[in-house]
């Protein structure tokens, strides 16, 4: 048989303990909070550079075959006039959307493109033919984000078909990729 026996606890603490444990909690859950904020804002920053990188990769092969394209070709297609790039930059996606523009879809981003004839150059020799210069403008973008979309651009150089006379001193340039550029 259990006995219990009285006994009387006395304490003058007056819960000066339990107001510091609430402290304590409160500054915990506070810096547990804004602890989570910043894997949060840090968790969408690596997500937006992670999609900027892959959209611009995909860019960058359309840019690839673009050039590999105007360069087997004979016929160019997509050809626009020489135009500046802010005016391509301000072009609206219905106009590149429009039968100006080389379109598809790499991976899952669309893409168009578009080739500008620059003008031929009859002193610089790409093999035993003058130059011809093109460039080539890419649009990648997401089909989930409209935000989302990066512009490429590059100047290209292949041989020329048809004999000029040059004026100046000859000089040879390779052909392919001059320069490029990501536009914003």
Not at 28 to 51: D, E, Y
Not at 148 to 164: C, G
Request: charged share 15%; proline share 2%.
């Amino acid at each position: 048989m259990l006995v219990m026996l009285p006994y009387e606890i006395k304490s003058k603490q007056s819960g000066i303990v339990l107001a510091l444990v609430l402290v304590f909690i409160f500054i915990f859950a506070v810096l547990s909070v804004w602890a989570l904020n910043l894997c949060l804002l840090a968790n969408k920053l690596s997500h937006n550079q992670f999609h900027k990188l892959s959209i611009s990769m995909a860019a960058e092969e359309v840019l690839k075959n673009a050039e590999a394209h105007l360069n087997k070709s004979d016929t160019i297609s997509c050809n626009i006039p020489m135009t500046t790039t802010q005016e391509l930059l301000h072009h609206s996606l219905t106009w590149w959307q429009s039968s100006v523009s080389c379109a598809g879809n790499f991976q899952h981003f669309q893409y168009y493109y578009v080739i500008e004839f620059l003008g031929y150059d009859p002193c610089a020799l790409v093999g035993q033919s003058s130059a011809s210069y093109f460039r080539v403008t890419v649009l990648a973008t997401t089909q989930k984000k409209l935000g989302a979309r990066v512009f490429l651009q590059s100047t290209f150089v292949k041989p020329n078909k048809i004999a000029l006379v040059c004026a100046g001193n000859k000089y040879s340039i390779s052909a392919g990729r001059q320069t490029w550029r990501e536009l914003n």
